[in-house]
C-alpha cells in the first residue's frame, strides 16, 4: 500500500481495492482452522487492518470489493491446507465494513468506496442522479441492528454466518426512468 501511495503522488495511473472483510477478521480466526476463513486474499494482523483503515482515510485505497468467490462442499469439506480459497461474501460485504469500522472511518464516503470507485477504475460512465436519467442506486440502512444467520446450506461457504451487524442492504434500483 506505501508503494501505490507513492505511485499515485508522482502521478502514475494505478488503483487499489481491498475486500470488507480484511477489516472484520484477522489471523486469529484461522486458529480452529475453520475453512470458512481461507479467503483470497489471506486474513491478516490487528496491526495491518489499523493500517487499512489509515489508507483507506487518505486515499490510497480507491474501493471496496467483496471479493465472493463462493465454493462448492467438496472443495472446503477437506483439511485446512487442501481445502481451496474463497468464500460467500457478496450480501455481506457492505453491512461487515461498516459494522467493523471505526467512527474516523465512517466520515469517509463509505458509499463512494463501493459504488463510484470501482466505477472510475473499471472506466465505466458515471451514473447520475437527473430527469430522464437510469436510475442505478444501491439503498442501504445504517442504524439497523441485525444478526446474519448465512445462506442455508452454505455455512462451511460463509465466513459470516451468525454475525451481528449494524447496517444492512434494502435493495437496488437499476433502469428506472427518474420524473423529477
Given at each position: 500500500l506505501r508503494l501505490i501511495k507513492r505511485a499515485k503522488s508522482e502521478g502514475l495511473k494505478v488503483s487499489c481495492d481491498v475486500p470488507a472483510y480484511l477489516f472484520c477478521f484477522d489471523e486469529d480466526?484461522?486458529?480452529g482452522y475453520a475453512t470458512r476463513y481461507k479467503l483470497d486474499p489471506p486474513l491478516r494482523s490487528k496491526k495491518?487492518?489499523?493500517?487499512?483503515?489509515?489508507?483507506?482515510?487518505?486515499?490510497?485505497?480507491?474501493?471496496?470489493?467483496?471479493a465472493h468467490s463462493p465454493q462448492d462442499p467438496e472443495s472446503r469439506d477437506l483439511e485446512f491446507d487442501?481445502?481451496?480459497f474463497g468464500g460467500r461474501t457478496l450480501e455481506t460485504c457492505f453491512p461487515s465494513f461498516w459494522t467493523?469500522?471505526?467512527?474516523?472511518?465512517?466520515?469517509?464516503?463509505v458509499a463512494e468506496l463501493?459504488?463510484?470507485?470501482?466505477a472510475r477504475i473499471l472506466g465505466?460512465?458515471?451514473?447520475r442522479i437527473e430527469k430522464d436519467e437510469n436510475a442505478e442506486l444501491t439503498i442501504f440502512q445504517n442504524r439497523f441492528n441485525w444478526e446474519y444467520t448465512g445462506t442455508k446450506g452454505h455455512e462451511y461457504?460463509?465466513?459470516?454466518?451468525?454475525?451481528?451487524?449494524q447496517a444492512r442492504l434494502l435493495g437496488t434500483i437499476n433502469g428506472l426512468k427518474s420524473n423529477l
Open positions: 480466526h484461522l486458529e495491518t487492518i489499523r493500517g487499512l483503515s489509515r489508507f483507506v482515510e487518505d486515499g490510497t485505497i480507491d474501493a471496496i470489493s467483496s487442501l481445502a481451496s467493523s469500522t471505526s467512527q474516523d472511518l465512517k466520515k469517509v464516503n463501493f459504488s463510484l470507485g470501482p465505466l460512465e458515471m451514473p461457504d460463509d465466513p459470516f454466518a451468525g454475525s451481528q451487524f
